[in-house]
């Protein structure tokens, strides 16, 4: 479904070359420097927007989304991802926190797109660019562990897709010059944090 409008496009560019290529010279020229100019400057856009309109219908549900902050708990480290073992040199220079957070869609359900992959989130300092292309998210914050409450549990967020104000726990490691983060769902941004102070991983 995602090449359908760009397929869309490239058909309508034949056509009309098609339909200049009739034309008089002195009639066909002018048509075609426009074609050639808007091709190489318009077109580009034209597609990147068409190919991205997906994800944008997709990250909407969490548009203006409501963060409930139950807690945020710096740690000393990630034993997730050591073991209990020896960490990393790279997570020494990190902070590291446990997240509890209600989040509250504020749009109703809509469908397949009424839905939302809480291991899709993951946390920005404010101002990041909403374009995604060409930026590590994890150069300031990375996501190491998401869960979601499930009939009075939690269980691990892989997969699962959920509906309406969902109940998570997330540990996150985090550069520790980074003070205040926020959630971005694809090209949504919402819920700004304040990260209390915390010691540096030992």
């Given at each position: 479904?995602?090449?359908?409008?760009?397929?869309?496009?490239?058909g309508l560019m034949v056509f009309g070359l098609l339909q200049i290529a009739q034309l008089p010279p002195w009639v066909a020229f002018p048509f075609a420097l426009l074609f050639g100019v808007s091709s190489r400057y318009l077109l580009p856009r034209?597609?990147?927007?068409?190919?991205?309109?997906?994800?944008?219908?997709?990250?909407?549900?969490?548009?203006?989304?409501?963060?409930?902050?139950?807690?945020?708990?710096?740690?000393?480290?990630?034993?997730?991802?050591?073991?209990?073992?020896?960490?990393?040199?790279?997570?020494?220079?990190?902070?590291?926190?446990?997240?509890?957070?209600?989040?509250?869609?504020?749009?109703?359900?809509?469908?397949?797109?009424?839905?939302?992959?809480?291991?899709?989130?993951?946390?920005?300092?404010?101002?990041?660019?909403?374009?995604?292309?060409?930026?590590?998210?994890?150069?300031?914050?990375?996501?190491?562990?998401?869960?979601?409450?499930?009939?009075?549990?939690?269980?691990?967020?892989?997969?699962?897709?959920?509906?309406?104000?969902?109940?998570?726990?997330?540990?996150?490691?985090?550069?520790?010059?980074?003070?205040?983060?926020?959630?971005?769902?694809?090209?949504?941004?919402?819920?700004?944090?304040?990260?209390?102070?915390?010691?540096?991983?030992?």
């Open positions: 479904m995602i090449w359908i409008a760009p397929i869309f496009v490239f034209v597609l990147v927007a068409l190919a991205r309109r997906p994800l944008t219908m997709k990250s909407a549900v969490l548009q203006g989304a409501i963060v409930e902050f139950h807690s945020i708990e710096p740690i000393s480290g990630d034993d997730s991802v050591t073991g209990g073992g020896t960490e990393s040199p790279e997570d020494r220079e990190l902070r590291f926190f446990d997240l509890d957070v209600t989040i509250r869609p504020r749009t109703p359900d809509r469908g397949s797109f009424g839905r939302w992959e809480p291991d899709s989130l993951m946390l920005v300092t404010p101002g990041t660019d909403v374009d995604p292309e060409g930026i590590d998210f994890k150069e300031w914050c990375e996501v190491r562990r998401v869960l979601v409450e499930s009939e009075g549990s939690f269980v691990a967020a892989e997969d699962l897709e959920v509906a309406g104000p969902t109940r998570l726990r997330l540990r996150v490691a985090v550069k520790s010059q980074v003070r205040r983060l926020q959630f971005r769902y694809y090209f949504e941004s919402f819920g700004e944090m304040l990260l209390p102070q915390a010691a540096r991983a030992a």
